[in-house]
C-alpha cells in the first residue's frame, strides 16, 4: 500500500535533504553570550571593540556601522582605522580561549569573558568574568594561564552546556 503525500511535504522533504547544513554557531568555541545581530550572527567581546582593548587594555565600545564577521563571529570596531588594524592581523586582537574567562577555562569550564576585566600577556589578551576571578588570577596568574593553555584543545569543541 502507498501512502498519498501531499506535494508540499514531498518539495519540503526534498529542500531538507539538498539544503545546505546551516553553519553551526559559534556558541561552543566563541563567547558569544552577550546577544546577536540582526543577521543572526553571534556577537565577540560584548560589542566593545577588540583592537583597542588588546593594544590599550582599555573599553571602546564598538559601533555596529563598523562590524567585521570573523570565522562566524560579529566584531564591533569604533572606528575605521581599527577595523583596518584587525583584518590586517584578527588572531593578534582576539582574546584568547574565544573569549570566554581564561581563569574558568583553567578550570574547565566556559564563562562569560568581560572586557571589563582583561589582562595583556606576552602580546595576548585574556579576559574573566568578574573582578574577584580577575584578583585570583592575579595571585597565580602563570599557573592559571599554563593550566587553561593546557585544558582548552579538550573543551574547545564542547558546548557550554555539556562542560
Same mark, same amino acid.
Given at each position: 500500500?502507498?501512502? *498519498?503525500?501531499?506535494? *508540499? ?18 556558541d &561552543?568555541?566563541? *563567547?558569544?553570550?552577550? $546577544? ?6 553571534g556577537?565577540?567581546?560584548h $560589542? ?9 587594555? +582599555?573599553? #571602546?565600545?564598538?559601533?555596529? +556601522? ?13 572606528? #575605521? ?6 583584518? #590586517? ?16 577555562? +583553567?578550570? $574547565? ?8 576585566f582583561?589582562?595583556?600577556?606576552? $602580546? ?6 568578574? #573582578?574577584? =576571578?580577575?584578583?585570583?588570577?592575579? +595571585? &597565580? ?16 569543541? =564542547? ?5
Amino acid at each position: 500500500m502507498t501512502k *498519498n503525500l501531499r506535494p *508540499n511535504s514531498i518539495l519540503v522533504a526534498v529542500l531538507l535533504a539538498v539544503a545546505p547544513a546551516a553553519p553551526a554557531l559559534a556558541d &561552543d568555541e566563541y *563567547n558569544v553570550s552577550k $546577544g546577536y545581530t540582526l543577521d543572526g550572527v553571534g556577537l565577540g567581546v560584548h $560589542g566593545v571593540d577588540p583592537v583597542v582593548l588588546s593594544t590599550a587594555n +582599555a573599553v #571602546a565600545e564598538g559601533d555596529a +556601522a563598523h562590524t567585521v564577521v570573523h570565522d562566524g563571529v560579529a566584531y564591533y570596531f569604533a572606528s #575605521a582605522i581599527t577595523v583596518e588594524r584587525f583584518q #590586517a592581523d584578527p588572531d593578534r586582537c582576539l582574546p584568547q580561549y574565544g573569549g570566554f574567562c581564561a581563569y574558568a577555562v +583553567a578550570l $574547565g569550564r566556559k564563562l562569560d569573558g568581560d572586557p571589563h576585566f582583561a589582562d595583556i600577556v606576552d $602580546g595576548k589578551l585574556y579576559l574573566f568574568v568578574n #573582578a574577584a =576571578v580577575f584578583e585570583k588570577y592575579l +595571585a &597565580d596568574r602563570d599557573n592559571i594561564l599554563r593550566t587553561a593553555e593546557e585544558k582548552w584543545s579538550s573543551i574547545k569543541h =564542547v558546548s557550554v552546556e555539556d562542560l
